[in-house]
C-alpha cells in the first residue's frame, strides 16, 4: 500500500517536471524563433523587454484575461511595468504577430508623429481587405492625395452647416422616441441614432427600410475588424466581407445615381464629389465609395458610446449636469423650444465644450493604435524588427495620475488651461493620421448634450454596474435607464 502511494507521487512528480520542462521549451521555441536571430545580429539594437509568450496564441491568453474576464485592461501594462521596469517600451505576441507595444507618451508620440511620414511605420489594421482604398488603410503619397480632400470636407462650412442642420432633428425626434419607451438601454440607442445621424449627413441616406438594411451589415463588418482574418464560411471575417461587398453596392448606386440624373445634395458625398486637389484632381468613385464605408463605421459608434457615457457621468455628478443645464438654457434666450442651435451658439458653449472633452477622455477609446514597422527601426534605444506591429497603447496614459489629477474622477474643469504635454492625450491619435472627425465628435456630443438637458431627464436603474471593457469600454448593462420629459 505505502509503496504504491510513493509510486503514485514519484509518477505525480515526474509528470509536473515533464509538464514544466515541455512549457519551458514551447516558450524558449517561441522566443527563439522571434528574438534570438534578431539579438544575434552584431551591433545590432535590443529588442525591448518582454516574453513572446507561447507558440500560436502568444501572449493572447493574458490580453483577453485583462480585457475581457478581470475588467482590468490597465493590468496588462501595469504587469509589465512591475516585471521588465518601467521602460514604456515590451514586445509582446498578439493578434497572431510579434509585436512591440508603446506605453510612454514620448515613444508613442514618435511612433505615431513624425516616423510615419519618412515610411518606418505604416497603418497596421489586421484585416485591412475590410477597408479598402479607406484613408486609414492606405499609406504615403496616396494617403496624402485621399487625406487632403477629407480634410477639405471636413473643414468646409458647408459640412459644418449640414451637420447642424442634419443633426438635431435626428436627435430631437430620437429623445422624443425614448420618451414613449420609458426605459432604454442608452449603448443600443444612441448606437441606431448616431448611425441615422451619420447616414444622413453623409450621404442623405433617411429611408428607415434602407437604414434597416444597413445598420445589421456594419455590424457585421465591424465584428470582422475586430476578429482574426479567417476567410472560411462560418467566420466573423467571412461575414464581414460579405457586408463590405453589399453596402459597399448601397452606396455605389446612390453614387451612379446621382452622377447619373445630375442630383446635387448637401452632404458629405457631395463634397468628396466635388473635390478637385491642388493637381485638380478627382476621387475616383471606388475611392468616394470605400472613404464614406469607413466614415461611416468610424463615426457613429464611436460618438454613441461617448454619448451613452455622457448620459451615465451626468446621472452620476448631479452638480455637474446642473452647471451644464444653467448654461444651457442661458443659450435658449430668445429662442423657442424647438430652434435649432447655430453655429454663433455652439462658440458659446464653453462649459459643454469641456464636459464634451472629459466625456471623450474618460470614453477612452480606442485603447490603442495599430502601426506595421515598414523597414528596421530604432527609437530610444530599442529595436522595431521590419514586419512586426506595433501597439500604441494611448488609453493608460490618458487615466494616469502622473497626468491628471484624480483621473477617474469625472471633472470637466480640468480642461480650464489645461493643455496636456504632447503625447499625454492622444485620443484621436497624433502626427499624419490624427482623427480627421476630431472636430466633427465633438459637435455632436455638445448638441446632443445640449438637447438632452433642455428637456429631458433620466435615472440610470443599476448605478453601480461596472465596466465591461470588450470591444469597447461601456456601463455592463449599457447605462439602462428610465427617461421621461422634464417637467
Ligand atoms: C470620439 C470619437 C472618435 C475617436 C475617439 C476617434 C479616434 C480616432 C483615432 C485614435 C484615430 C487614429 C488612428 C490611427 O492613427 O491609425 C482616428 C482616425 C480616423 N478617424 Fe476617428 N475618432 C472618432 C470619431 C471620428 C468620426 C466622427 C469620424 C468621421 C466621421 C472619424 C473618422 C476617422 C478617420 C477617417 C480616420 C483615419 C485617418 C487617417 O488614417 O488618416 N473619427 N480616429
Excluded at 30 to 50: C, H, K, M, N, T
Excluded at 116 to 138: C, D, H, K, R, Y
Amino acid at each position: 500500500m505505502e509503496e504504491a502511494v510513493r509510486a503514485s507521487g514519484v509518477a505525480i512528480a515526474v509528470g509536473v517536471v515533464v509538464l514544466s520542462f515541455i512549457a519551458w521549451f514551447a516558450r524558449w521555441l517561441q522566443d527563439r524563433r522571434f528574438v534570438r536571430g534578431i539579438e544575434r545580429d552584431p551591433g545590432s539594437a535590443r529588442l525591448p523587454p518582454g516574453s513572446m509568450g507561447w507558440p500560436l496564441i502568444g501572449e493572447m491568453f493574458d490580453f483577453l484575461r485583462c480585457f475581457k474576464f478581470s475588467g482590468r485592461p490597465d493590468d496588462f501594462i501595469a504587469r509589465r511595468k512591475e516585471r521588465y521596469g518601467e521602460t514604456g517600451i515590451y514586445r509582446s505576441h498578439l493578434f497572431g504577430h510579434p509585436v512591440i507595444v508603446t506605453c510612454s507618451p514620448d515613444l508613442n508620440k514618435q511612433v505615431l508623429g513624425s516616423l510615419t511620414e519618412e515610411g518606418t511605420f505604416s497603418t497596421g489594421w489586421p484585416s485591412s481587405q475590410l477597408l479598402g482604398n479607406s484613408v486609414a488603410n492606405i499609406d504615403g503619397t496616396l494617403h496624402k492625395r485621399i487625406r487632403k480632400h477629407l480634410m477639405k470636407a471636413f473643414n468646409s462650412p458647408r459640412a459644418l452647416d449640414s451637420h447642424l442642420s442634419t443633426a438635431q432633428p435626428i436627435f430631437n425626434s430620437t429623445l422624443e422616441d425614448w420618451v414613449s419607451k420609458k426605459k432604454i438601454v442608452a449603448y443600443d440607442e444612441t448606437k441606431i441614432m448616431t448611425f441615422r445621424n451619420i447616414c444622413d449627413v453623409l450621404v442623405s441616406l433617411k429611408s428607415p427600410a434602407l437604414l434597416d438594411t444597413m445598420e445589421p451589415l456594419y455590424r457585421g463588418l465591424m465584428a470582422g475588424l475586430r476578429s482574426t482574418t479567417i476567410n472560411i464560411p462560418g467566420t466573423a471575417f467571412h461575414h464581414a466581407l460579405k457586408c463590405k461587398k453589399k453596402l459597399s453596392s448601397i452606396l455605389s448606386d446612390e453614387l451612379k445615381k446621382r452622377k447619373e440624373q445630375g442630383v446635387q445634395k448637401h452632404d458629405f458625398m457631395q463634397i468628396l464629389i466635388d473635390s478637385v486637389d491642388d493637381n485638380g484632381n478627382k476621387l475616383s468613385e471606388v475611392e468616394i465609395v470605400d472613404n464614406i464605408l469607413s466614415l461611416i463605421l468610424g463615426g457613429h459608434e464611436s460618438t454613441s458610446n461617448v454619448m451613452t457615457w455622457g448620459l451615465y457621468y451626468l446621472a452620476k455628478y448631479p452638480e455637474i449636469l446642473e452647471k451644464l443645464k444653467e448654461e444651457t438654457f442661458s443659450i435658449r434666450t430668445g429662442k423657442a423650444l424647438d430652434d435649432l442651435l447655430t453655429t454663433e451658439d455652439i462658440k458659446s458653449m464653453k462649459y459643454a465644450s469641456k464636459v464634451a472633452e472629459e466625456l471623450i477622455r474618460l470614453t477612452n477609446l480606442p485603447p490603442f493604435i495599430f502601426r506595421r514597422v515598414v523597414k528596421d527601426a530604432v527609437l530610444n534605444g530599442y529595436k522595431f524588427p521590419k514586419n512586426w506591429k506595433v501597439l500604441v497603447w494611448i488609453r493608460s496614459i490618458h487615466i494616469d495620475p502622473k497626468y491628471y489629477d484624480d483621473p477617474l474622477a469625472f471633472n470637466p474643469d480640468r480642461w480650464n488651461n489645461f493643455m496636456p504635454k504632447p503625447g499625454v492625450y492622444s485620443v484621436f491619435g497624433g502626427g499624419p493620421r490624427y482623427c480627421p472627425g476630431s472636430n466633427f465628435a465633438r459637435l455632436q456630443v455638445m448638441m446632443f448634450l445640449h438637447h438632452v438637458c433642455l428637456k429631458y431627464r433620466w435615472e440610470l436603474l443599476n448605478p453601480e454596474s461596472g465596466i465591461a471593457f470588450d470591444p469597447h469600454p461601456r456601463p455592463r448593462d449599457g447605462a439602462e435607464l428610465l427617461f421621461s420629459r422634464a417637467s
